[in-house]
């Protein structure tokens, strides 16, 4: 009982850490807010991109054989006739005759019970409800103008296989990732930013030989769980979770999960599939275009099978921000820190003038322009310099750089490591080799 409610607890204060001090807020807040959507403040953007650029910069800029692309947010119909999604892309809906809610029905813990009013059998019969976003392109409301909003970035990698197989000069094994925007319309959206109606992804089509794929479907396991664990994630609280045969999607030949312990339980960062062959043979029929590879050292055409790793970034940023919670005691008092990689803090390094007297302002400023062309920095000089430290290592930053009155004399600054809150004087002419062999 205690743990659960250490772990409850947990949850509303990063609720609380994320409003306050400016990682995420509630959309149209000022309006009554609109639920299941979130803007994320100047410190959450920061956190965000960076979690997107340590993904992008392991699967693309580390490796040679994959591939960028940005494909669009609106499809038409056809391309989610041939994926399965406006036929497959559902789940069980329920409505409590009581209260009047609606619930997933395959995620109660009663199925004969209302979550909500705790009425026993007052739910409905189930029905399958379709996730997807529909609007219209153009002025006219007309079938013919219906478009979707995709609900995963997967399928712009499979349409445009052809495309960057011609343009890059790749040829299988190679990826194709990307990064972006998908919308699902979620019966039962919760636990923050977890489970939202608008998401980022961060996914991968690894497109490899069809006798290759359990050896790539595996080292694709490993690989993943790797940059989790290098970026800081406990490994207590990070597993990988293969999928039973009843949970297997019609696809696949194999699926695990990247689970990560949130408050409330495990649940998924990540997804890695075996796809097989399956969406490149529905999109060659549907579309009537070949999707295939040419082999010219076996001289034999072949449809690749697919890998793919996918992610979700926001939940992904959610799990380093708990993961990086901690309370410490420091003279009687509560210090609360943010332990994020470096790679992930928002900001790197925090310039602090000792007071806002004009003579400390003209040194401050030059060396917060020493920092800023390097690393994301802050710059503060409101209140005590100790309540300015609590702030910095609230925030995550994982070096705070003090301009004191010394500093007009001997050139130097006073550097305070965020996890050790050690101090070090260091000269101006060397702070910014002294950051760089710590941050990188």
């Known amino acids: 009982m205690a ?22 807020f509630q959309s149209a807040e000022i309006y009554g807010g609109f639920r299941s959507t979130y803007d994320y403040g100047p410190l959450g953007v920061l956190l965000l ?19 960028g692309l940005d494909a669009s947010v609106l ?17 069980p809906l329920v409505d409590c005759t009581n209260c009047h809610t609606r619930h997933r029905l395959d995620k109660l813990d009663d ?35 219906e478009v979707y909003l995709r609900p995963e970035t997967a399928q712009g990698m499979f349409i445009n296989f052809a495309n960057v197989l011609q343009t890059s000069r790749k040829r299988p094994p190679f990826g194709i990732a990307q990064i972006g925007k998908s919308f699902r319309n979620e019966i039962t959206p919760g636990n923050f930013v977890f489970r939202t109606r608008e998401f980022e992804q961060m996914e991968m089509e690894f497109f490899v030989p069809p006798a290759e794929s359990p050896q790539w479907y595996d080292y694709w396991c490993k690989e993943r ?3 989790y664990r290098d970026l800081g994630m406990p490994a207590d609280k990070l597993r990988l979770r293969p999928h039973g045969e009843d949970e297997l999607s019609h696809y696949s030949t194999g699926t695990s999960d990247v689970e990560f312990l949130f408050p409330w339980g495990w649940d998924e960062l990540e997804g890695i599939a075996n796809r097989g062959d399956y969406d490149l043979k529905q999109h060659a029929e549907h579309s009537g275009e070949r999707l295939e590879y040419f082999d010219q050292a076996t001289n034999e055409h072949y449809v690749p099978h697919v890998i793919e790793p996918a992610a979700g970034a926001t939940r992904t940023a959610m799990a380093f921000l708990m993961a990086a919670y901690h309370e410490d005691e ?12 470096p790679r992930l803090a928002p900001y790197k390094v925090a310039v602090l003038p000792l ?69 070090d004087r260091v000269s101006i002419d060397r702070l910014e080799e002294y950051l760089g062999e710590r941050l990188g």
């Open 49 to 67: 991109r960076n979690v997107k650029d340590a993904w992008w910069r392991s699967m693309v800029q580390l490796r040679h054989d994959i591939v």
């Open 330 to 341: 420091v003279n009687d008092d509560t210090r609360v820190v943010l332990r994020l990689d």
């Open 3 to 24: 743990e659960n409610d250490a772990q409850a607890g947990l949850f509303d204060k990063i609720v609380n850490l994320s409003k306050r001090r400016g990682f995420v």
């Open 75 to 91: 499809s038409p119909p056809a391309v989610w006739e041939a994926s399965g999604h406006l036929s497959n892309f559902t789940d």
């Open 111 to 145: 199925p004969d019970v209302c979550p909500s009013c705790g009425t026993s059998g007052s739910l409905t019969e189930a029905r399958e409800f379709n996730l997807m976003f529909r609007t219209h392109a153009g002025p006219m409301l007309e079938s013919a103008a």
């Open 355 to 423: 007071s806002k007297k004009d003579a400390l302002t003209p040194t401050a400023h030059e060396i917060f322009d020493i920092v800023k062309g390097r690393w994301m920095a802050d710059y503060d000089e409101t209140q005590a310099i100790g309540k300015r430290y609590r702030r910095q290592d609230e925030v995550g930053t994982p070096y705070c750089v003090t301009v004191d009155f010394d500093t007009l004399d001997d050139r130097a600054v006073t550097v305070r490591d965020r996890d050790t809150m050690d101090q």
């Open 225 to 227: 769980m790797e940059w």
